[in-house]
């Protein structure tokens, strides 16, 4: 009978075994035709004749690695780095082998799996704890989870923190990431506005943490005060607010478990942008390209069909909410107004008065009398000062000599023709006032009146006689309707002379009296 070959030398399994013991003490066949016929030393023989059950092997020394070695080097550089970063911020085996395969490596995933297993416990770090949990079942459009998460980023050059904020429908684990410079109140009410509008749609309940901008008080139980703000959200999207048990991160178990995803997948290595505006567009963009993954409890589904499923049970959205938080403020003499440790135009009218400040994610608005009589970009560094030169006119209308040195006018990027002018006429007298009356002048043209302001200034230099008198006629010129286009465009008839008036010099000379026309 012929003997079972072993597809490995170095690996007998036991059905080699069993024929190998079988042969030897049945049919008395020695031991060196049973090396001869399988292939195997005598002593390999000798050893699993006197083997009963399975045959134990001894831990191997070193794995070979025939398609990872020469990656290991990369990999291991990959590592040494991870170990000085905080542990929110390390690799995982699975993003080390996407790395991997851009880098050219087209092994398998298990090889990197084990290499990095082997490379931490060689560096004795601690076994994770874990917990037993009870899995959950939510019906389509009854809830979605919300967490923060700190991240860091590469925003116009500079590595520095952000924050992001989380959304994941409970159902179809569609998900929403959107990144803030901080977790103030107005941020949290502006990532509610932007997941609801990529959602197209509220759920029945959002959970959330205990966190200040949501919660107020915390009380025996579930019993919470929430904030008014943010209740004031929840009403107009007709969701209910519901907060954990404090330290209690699994009763929102699929949002902590994306903030790791998240973070593997998109944070790391950080990404670079040129701003936020730059940033959250990208990452709703990854959002969108994650949902076609499979769904982690639906295998034979993908994330976005179970929320295509999902989204008509959605409460629909009639009106945005304005996000905004409001604090009162007085106004320097200086037409500035404080908030967020940066300073602010506004109009000099409103100067000593009390006004109200809004502040959105990123905007703020400064109201009065139930009016916006300013608006800005908001600037999240410190002790930064923000002006509208414009906020100033009525300033230097009795002040013109604060037009050289005032801040909001040295800090204006006019256009080049209006700063040649400007130039030539702060060196002649009284250059300042002349300059003034022009930007009066801009002014009252409303909106257009900077871009009929620097045509003019063009036409002036052009001209090569550069004074405000000049300036002034070309605006005029530019901006005056003539009566015969407005004429035609009524549709009525322009009336034609009939007899065109001579002129006749010697009729101011009899006036006179005396004859000067020969």
């Known amino acids: 009978m012929s003997g079972i070959l072993p597809e490995n030398p170095g690996v007998i399994s036991v059905e080699l075994i069993a024929e190998l013991r079988r042969l030897h003490f049945v049919e008395k066949v020695n031991i060196s035709e049973l090396a001869r016929r399988f292939h195997l030393s005598r002593p390999t023989v000798r050893k699993h004749l006197h083997t009963a059950g399975d045959p134990v092997y001894p831990p191997r020394q070193q794995q070979p690695y025939p398609q990872l070695g020469p990656y290991l080097d990369r990999l291991k550089d990959w590592l040494a780095v991870d170990t000085s970063l905080p542990r929110k911020r390390r690799h995982t085996a699975q993003r080390l082998f996407e790395r991997l395969q851009v880098e050219g490596y087209r092994g398998g995933y298990s090889s ?293 040195h005032g801040a909001p006018f040295v800090q204006w990027d006019l256009p080049m023709p209006i700063k040649v002018v400007r130039d030539r006429l702060l060196k002649q007298d009284k250059g300042d006032r002349t300059f003034v009356d022009l930007l009066l002048m801009a002014r009252e043209l409303g909106e257009n009146g900077l871009e009929t302001l620097e045509v003019a200034c063009d036409l002036t230099l052009q001209s090569g006689v550069i004074c405000a008198a000049v300036v002034l006629n070309a605006m005029q010129r530019l901006t005056e309707a003539s009566r015969p286009q407005q004429l035609e465009s009524t549709g009525t008839a322009i009336p034609q002379l009939t007899l065109e008036p001579i002129a006749d010099c010697s009729r101011y000379d009899r006036l006179r009296g005396v004859s000067h026309v020969h």
């Open 112 to 404: 990197i799996q084990r290499f990095v297993k082997a490379w931490k416990q060689a560096r004795s770090e601690a076994p994770k704890v874990t917990h037993v949990f009870v899995p959950l079942a939510f019906p389509p459009g009854d809830s979605c989870q919300f967490d923060w998460s700190h991240e860091t980023v590469v925003l116009g050059g500079i590595e520095q923190g952000v924050k992001v904020a989380h959304f994941r429908l409970s159902y179809s684990r569609k998900m929403f990431v959107v990144a803030y410079p901080r977790e103030t109140q107005e941020m949290v009410l502006d990532a509610h506005i932007r997941a609801f509008a990529f959602f197209g749609g509220a759920p029945k309940r959002l959970i959330y943490d205990n966190l200040k901008t949501v919660v107020e008080t915390i009380f025996l139980g579930k019993e919470r005060r929430f904030n008014r703000r943010f209740m004031a959200l929840a009403s107009h999207y007709l969701f209910e607010p519901v907060a954990c048990t404090p330290e209690s991160g699994w009763e929102k178990g699929q949002v902590e478990n994306q903030v790791g995803n998240v973070r593997e997948w998109l944070f790391t290595p950080s990404p670079r942008f040129d701003g936020f505006a730059e940033l959250n567009a990208w990452l709703a963009q990854r959002c969108e390209e994650l949902a076609h993954r499979p769904h982690p409890a639906q295998a034979s589904r993908t994330i976005a069909a179970c929320f295509a499923e999902e989204q008509s049970s959605l409460i629909p959205i009639t009106a945005r909410f304005d996000g905004h938080v409001d604090d009162m403020r007085r106004v320097s003499s200086q037409c500035l107004v404080s908030a967020d440790r940066n300073r602010y135009s506004v109009p000099a009218t409103w100067a000593n008065q009390v006004v109200s400040v809004r502040l959105s994610a990123d905007r703020i608005r400064i109201v009065a009398n139930h009016d916006i009589v300013a608006e800005h970009p908001r600037c999240f560094g410190r002790g930064q000062l923000i002006c509208d030169p414009w906020h100033y006119l009525p300033v230097i209308e009795h002040k013109p000599g604060a037009l050289r």
